[in-house]
Structures are given as structure tokens and as C-alpha cells.
């Protein structure tokens, strides 16, 4: 089992910058990927980015991408999610997430962290 804990959420202002968190712990060494996805209020959980254990290649979904990196420390089994350039439409809980199994659903999520960006 993976135990997933993010932080780094808050309030910001649209423009502004946030770096969250997500250390993993558990059983984490199978690991194939690990993902960062968000659910605004009234609309359902969508995918943000992702990185992948064994080549570190990375994805962002296209709202996202060239505002936010995803980065990894695997001393610390911890993930990154650098977010810049903050839209309102930003906002939203961000989840993190494991997939142990190329192919399968994430198999494992965090409580989430707040993010609200004020216009």
C-alpha cells in the first residue's frame, strides 16, 4: 500500500506561483508513475501532468502546459508540481496519484491540497 501526502496548496493571485508537494510512503519501489490531477468545484477530476519512474518523461495536459513542471526527488520519494503564471481557472483541489502497472488506473491518492487563484 502507498500512502500519498500533498502540501504547497494556498491563495494566490492570478499571476502568481505555487510549489506542491507530494511525498509518497509505503510501498513505493514497484512504482511505474506518479501524477498530479485537480477537480474545480462542480466539475470532475482532470489530469494535470505526469511523471513516470523509470525514463522521467513527463506529460502536462495542454491548460497546463508551460506554466506548471512536474519534478522528482527519488531520495525522498517526493513529487513536484511548479505551478507559474496562475489562472483562476487554476483552482481546484490537487490530487497526487500512483500507478504501479503500465496500462491499469492510478491505483493510489492523496487528501489533496487547496489551490485558489483570486482575479
Known amino acids: 500500500q502507498v500512502q500519498l501526502v500533498e502540501s504547497g496548496g494556498g491563495l494566490v493571485q492570478a499571476g502568481g506561483s505555487l510549489r506542491l508537494s507530494c511525498a509518497a510512503s509505503?510501498?513505493?519501489?514497484?512504482?511505474?508513475?506518479m501524477g498530479w490531477f485537480r477537480q474545480a468545484p462542480g466539475k470532475e477530476r482532470e489530469f494535470v501532468s505526469v511523471?513516470?519512474?523509470?525514463?522521467?518523461?513527463?506529460d502536462y495536459s495542454d491548460s497546463v502546459k508551460g506554466r506548471f513542471t512536474i519534478s522528482r526527488d527519488d531520495a525522498k520519494n517526493t513529487i513536484y508540481l511548479q505551478m507559474n503564471s496562475l489562472k483562476p481557472e487554476d483552482t481546484g483541489v490537487y490530487y497526487c496519484?500512483?500507478?504501479?502497472?503500465?496500462?491499469?488506473?492510478?491505483?493510489?491518492w492523496g487528501q489533496g491540497t487547496q489551490v485558489t487563484v483570486s482575479s
Open positions: 511523471i513516470t519512474r523509470g525514463s522521467g518523461m513527463t
Open positions: 496519484a500512483v500507478k504501479r502497472v503500465r496500462g491499469r488506473p492510478y491505483d493510489y
Open positions: 509505503g510501498r513505493t519501489a514497484s512504482t511505474y508513475s
